[in-house]
C-alpha cells in the first residue's frame, strides 16, 4: 500500500528541517511527500507573481528547490500543495503585510458574500479565511499561471490541490456555481500537463461524495471521470475507525477508475488507532494512505504508519 505524507508549510523554513523530513521519510520507506508551498497566497520558493512567506524573511532558502533536489537525490517524490481558493488568514484579524499580496493588489477579485469587503481572516463557523472568488475569472487565472509557474521551473512529481472549493454553498450565488471550481480543475489539467507531461495532479476533497457536491461545491467524482486528476485525497478525518471506514469506501464507489489515498488524522499518541485505520483504508478499496501531517515530534506515529 502506498504511503504518503502531507507536510505543512511550517514544517519546511529551514534546510534542516527539510534534511530530516526526507530522513523520516526515507528510513520508513515513504517516498511521496506533499509539501505545502502555497499557503496563504505567498510562496515557499522563489516567485515573481506572489509574495515570499513571511516565515522565510532574511532568509536566502528556497524550500521547494531544497526539497527537489534533495529530495531526488534519495528517492523522494516531492508533490507541490497549493491552496486553490483559500489565500489569507491571521488570528488578530491582520491583512497581509506585503502589497504585492493578492488580498492588497485585488480586492476586487475576492469572495464577498452579502457585500462584504472580504470574509474575515480570523475565519468562523463555516469559513477559514479570504478566499478569492471561484466565480472571478481573473483571479481563477492568476491562480493557474502561479501554479503552472511552479510545475515549469520545479522538477516536482506531481502537483496537489487544497480548497479546491468555496467555503459553504451560501457564499456562492447559486448551486451552479460549481462549474467555476471545475472550470479552474479542468483548465488546471492542460497547462499542468503540458508544462511538465507525466505530472500527478492529485486532490484532497471532502471524502463524502454528497456533501462535496451540495456544501461545498466539490463535484470531484465528476473530475476523476473526466480525467482532470490522477489522484483523489479524500480527507477522512474520524476518530472511529469504522466511519473511516465507511466515508472512504462510499468515496471509493463514486470514483472507481482513479488512485485514491485514504487522509487519515495523526492524532497524537494515538498509534493503535492509526494502524487500526489504515487497515480500514485499505479495506475500504483506497490504493494508498496519506497522513495529515507530518510532525517530527510525533515519530511513534511516523513509525506506526509506515508498518501497518
Known sequence: MRKALWVVRD???TAKAIDDLLADATTRGIFDVVVQVRGR????????????????????????????????????????????????????????????????????????????????????????????????????????AV???????????????????????????????HEYVTALVREGAKRLRRARPGIVISAAVFPDPAVARDRVLQRWPEWAAEGLVDVLCPMAYRRETAEVERVLSRARAAAPNVEMWGGLM????????????VRAASRAGCEGVILFAYDPDSRDLLDVFARA
Open 147 to 177: 501554479f503552472a509557474d511552479i510545475v515549469t521551473r520545479y522538477a516536482v512529481e506531481g502537483f496537489h490541490y487544497d480548497y479546491v472549493r468555496y467555503p459553504q454553498v451560501t457564499y456562492a450565488t447559486g448551486p451552479d456555481d
Open 11 to 13: 514544517r519546511i523554513t
Open 266 to 277: 495523526a492524532y497524537k499518541g494515538e498509534r493503535d488507532l492509526l494502524h487500526d485505520q
Open 41 to 144: 497566497g505567498d510562496a515557499y520558493y522563489r516567485s515573481e507573481l506572489e509574495p515570499q512567506a513571511l516565515a522565510l524573511a532574511g532568509s536566502d532558502l528556497d524550500p521547494l528547490d531544497h526539497l527537489v533536489r534533495f529530495g531526488a537525490a534519495v528517492g523522494v517524490r516531492i508533490h507541490a500543495w497549493g491552496n486553490v481558493f483559500f489565500v489569507w488568514s491571521d488570528k488578530n484579524g491582520a491583512l497581509p503585510s506585503s502589497p504585492a499580496h493578492i488580498v492588497n493588489r485585488h480586492p476586487d477579485w475576492l469572495l464577498r458574500p452579502g457585500g462584504v469587503r472580504y470574509l474575515d481572516p480570523v475565519g468562523g463557523s463555516d469559513w477559514e479565511g479570504i478566499y478569492t472568488d471561484p466565480a472571478n475569472e481573473a483571479a481563477r487565472e492568476h491562480t493557474l
